[in-house]
C-alpha cells in the first residue's frame, strides 16, 4: 500500500499534478496510515527522488520547486485534517532553518508529528538570521529548539545559532537539536556544533525529544 | 566564548576574504589551459564554471574549518555526479580542484595552505580513478 501510494504520489510530482498528489495521499489517510508514516514512507523518499532526477538532470529547478510547492500545500491539508484541538498544549518548541538555509520541510515535519504529540510548535521555515533567532528564543522560552541544515556551508551558521542561544541569558536553557542532510550523512557532527542530539528522521527526533525534554520514559 | 584560532579556521577566513578572487582566477586558468573547453561550452559554461568554482569554495570553508575532509569529500562525489549528468567530464571537475589547491598554496602561508590541501585531497580522492 504504501510503495503504492509512494509511486502514485511520486508520479503526481514529477507531473506536476497537485490534484493527483492530494488524491493520492488522502486515499493513504482514508486507508488508516498514520500522519507520521505518510510522511516518513511516502512524502520524504518521494521528494528526495525528487532531488535525486533534478541532480540527474531530469528535472529543471522549476519543476522541482513545484514538487516543492506542490508537497508543502498537501501536508497542510493532511495536517488539518488529523489535527485535534487541545486546549493546554506544551512543552514549546522553536524550529527554524539555519541563516541562508532554503530546505524546511524536514523541519515542518518534526513541528506537524510533535503538534500531534501534545507540543506546542513555533515554526520558523527557511533562513533566520541568528539575532532574530534569539530574540524569539528570548521571548517564547521554548524548551526544545530545532535548527535545520542541508548543506555543508550552512553548518557554521547552525554552530553560531547555538553559541548565540547557549550564551543568551534565558532562566533555563532549551535543549537543542540539530538535523537535515548534513547531519544525516555524519551525525558526530551535532555534537561539534555544540547540538544536544540529532536524528535519523522526525519520528526519532520526536521520541528523543519527549525522551529529553519531558523525561518520559515510555518514549525512551 | 570564541575557541583559539587554528591553522584550519585561519584557513577558512583567508577562503572567505578570497572566495571571488580565487573562483575567477581558477575558471580562467582553466579556460586557458584547456582551449576545447570554450568550443564545447561556451561563454555560458564559462560562465557557470565561475559560478561552480564559487559553490566548490562554499562547500570548502566549512570542511577546511571543521578539518573535515570526509565533507569535502561528500561533496566532490555529489558534484561529479550532478556535473557529469550535464556532460561536464569528471576530469573538468579533477583540474578545478587541483587548480584551486595550486593558487591556494601560491596565496597563503604553508600552515593554511597545508590545511586548505588535505581537505581538497580527500575530495580529489573521490573522483581520482
Not at chain 1, 32 to 54: F, H, K, N, S, T
Not at chain 1, 66 to 84: D, G, K, P, W, Y
Not at chain 1, 153 to 161: C, E, M, S, Y
Not at chain 1, 177 to 184: I, N, S, Y
Request: hydrophobic share 45%.
Amino acid at each position: 500500500m504504501t510503495i503504492a501510494t509512494h509511486d502514485a504520489y511520486l508520479a503526481a510530482l514529477r507531473a506536476g499534478d497537485r490534484h493527483a498528489a492530494y488524491r493520492a495521499l488522502d486515499a493513504a489517510l482514508d486507508d488508516g496510515r498514520e500522519l507520521g508514516q505518510v510522511y516518513l514512507d511516502v512524502v520524504q523518499p518521494a521528494m528526495r527522488e525528487i532531488g535525486r532526477l533534478w541532480q540527474e538532470d531530469e528535472l529543471t529547478v522549476a519543476e522541482e520547486h513545484l514538487a516543492t510547492a506542490i508537497t508543502e500545500s498537501a501536508m497542510s491539508r493532511m495536517f488539518e485534517r488529523v489535527f485535534v484541538w487541545r486546549d493546554l498544549r506544551t512543552p514549546r518548541l522553536l524550529a527554524a532553518c539555519a541563516e541562508e538555509e532554503r530546505h524546511q520541510m524536514g523541519l515542518r515535519m518534526l513541528c506537524d508529528l510533535l503538534e500531534l504529540a501534545g507540543w506546542e510548535t513555533t515554526y520558523l521555515g527557511a533562513s533566520v538570521p541568528i539575532e532574530s533567532l534569539v530574540d524569539l528564543v528570548r521571548k517564547h522560552q521554548p524548551a526544545a529548539v530545532a535548527i535545520s541544515a542541508t548543506i555543508a556551508p550552512h553548518v557554521p551558521r547552525v554552530r553560531d545559532a547555538i553559541r548565540a542561544i547557549r550564551s543568551a541569558p534565558l532562566p533555563s536553557q532549551p535543549v537543542i537539536a540539530v538535523g537535515g542532510r548534513v547531519f544525516l550523512n555524519d551525525p558526530p557532527l551535532a555534537e561539534r556544533v555544540g547540538a544536544d542530539f540529532t536524528a535519523a528522521d522526525a519520528a526519532e527526533a520526536v521520541r528523543l525529544f519527549e525522551k529529553r525534554v519531558r523525561r518520559d520514559p515510555r518514549a525512551a | 566564548m570564541t575557541p583559539e584560532p587554528t591553522p584550519s579556521s585561519d584557513a577558512a577566513a583567508l577562503l572567505m576574504r578570497d572566495r571571488d578572487a580565487l573562483a575567477y582566477e581558477v575558471t580562467a586558468a582553466l579556460y586557458a589551459e584547456s582551449p576545447t573547453l570554450m568550443e564545447k561550452h561556451g561563454e555560458r559554461g564559462r560562465e557557470k564554471c565561475l559560478q561552480d568554482m564559487r559553490y566548490n569554495i562554499d562547500h570548502l570553508i566549512p570542511a577546511v574549518d571543521l578539518a573535515d575532509g570526509a565533507m569535502f569529500a561528500r561533496y566532490v562525489e555529489w558534484l561529479d555526479g550532478l556535473l557529469r549528468a550535464r556532460h561536464v567530464a569528471t576530469r573538468d571537475v579533477v583540474r578545478c580542484l587541483e587548480l584551486l589547491r595550486d593558487r591556494c598554496t601560491a596565496r597563503y602561508p604553508s600552515a593554511e595552505s597545508g590545511a586548505i590541501g588535505d581537505i581538497i585531497d580527500a575530495g580529489l580522492g573521490v573522483v581520482r580513478a
